[in-house]
Antibody, heavy 120, light 113 residues
Framework: QVQLVQSGAEVREPGASVKVSCKVS????????MHWVRQAPGKGLEWMGG????????IYAQKFQGRVTMTEDTSIDTAYMELTSLRSEDTAMYFC?????????????WGQGTMVTVSS | DVVMTQSPLSLPVTLGQPASISCRSS???????????LNWIQQRPGQSPRRLIY???NRDSGVPDRFSGSGSGTDFTLKISRVEAEDVGVYYC??????????FGPGTKVEIK
């Protein structure tokens, strides 16, 4: 059974950066195109970006372009999302969720979430 | 961008009674491949999201058959035939037909009366 295990909670000051990891277990990262979704406290789900399964290119939501970088280390089946120039509005739970390259399944599994708190 | 709207945003229901959530998209979700990439996502309090329904009407493994999805074009519905206590949470529709960006509805909060 495939699971996504994310890194632990983070606290950062405004202006800092944070890097969240998402490790695939029960399969290999190469079988997926990983996406990232965030959820501010009490708010809805917001797509941040992810890998386009058609060509492997990473696409970012316009809102985050220039501040977010999504990378992968396939040797350890781990995807990363780095967000820079943090501000208080970035306080949120961050989730990873994939597109299965074999079945085309989208967002059928989710990580447990990583809480990022931005506060001085 | 495709805008997803849901109604109602809050849904108090009596245990054992049916519930229905509507989701509408700002444009048709029929993909060029003929599929409709419309998912329903459940988020119980304090938990990660969980996909319930994919491609409009296909239930995920382990999802009780009291959940059903239907719809076409721009109008979609999630129905719960008999609400149970474990169904409390927020339900989101999500489209993956026209992206970027992938877009979610605002969510419908289901609570027990």
């Amino acid at each position: 059974q495939v699971q996504l295990v994310q890194s632990g909670a983070e606290v950062r000051e405004p202006g800092a950066s944070v890097k969240v990891s998402c490790k695939v277990s029960g399969n290999t990262l190469t079988k997926f195109s990983m996406h990232w979704v965030r959820q501010a406290p009490g708010k809805g789900l917001e797509w941040m970006g992810g890998v386009d399964p058609a060509d492997g290119e990473t696409i970012y939501a316009q809102k985050f372009q220039g501040r977010v970088t999504m990378t992968e280390d396939t040797s350890i089946d781990t995807a990363y999302m780095e967000l820079t120039s943090l501000r208080s509005e970035d306080t949120a739970m961050y989730f990873c969720s994939p597109v299965d390259l074999t079945t085309g399944d989208t967002f059928h599994i989710w990580g447990q979430g990583t809480m990022v708190t931005v506060s001085s | 961008d495709v805008v997803m709207t849901q109604s109602p945003l809050s849904l108090p229901v009596t245990l054992g009674q049916p519930a229905s959530i509507s989701c509408r998209s700002s444009q048709s979700l029929v993909h060029s491949d003929g599929s409709i990439y419309l998912n329903w996502i459940q988020q119980r309090p304090g938990q990660s999201p969980r996909r319930l329904i994919y491609k409009v009407s296909n239930r995920d493994s382990g999802v009780p058959d009291r959940f059903s999805g239907s719809g076409s074009g721009t109008d979609f519905t999630l129905k719960i035939s008999r609400v149970e206590a474990e169904d409390v949470g927020v339900y989101y529709c999500m489209q993956g037909t026209h992206w970027p960006p992938l877009t979610f509805g605002p969510g419908t909060k289901v609570e027990i009366k």
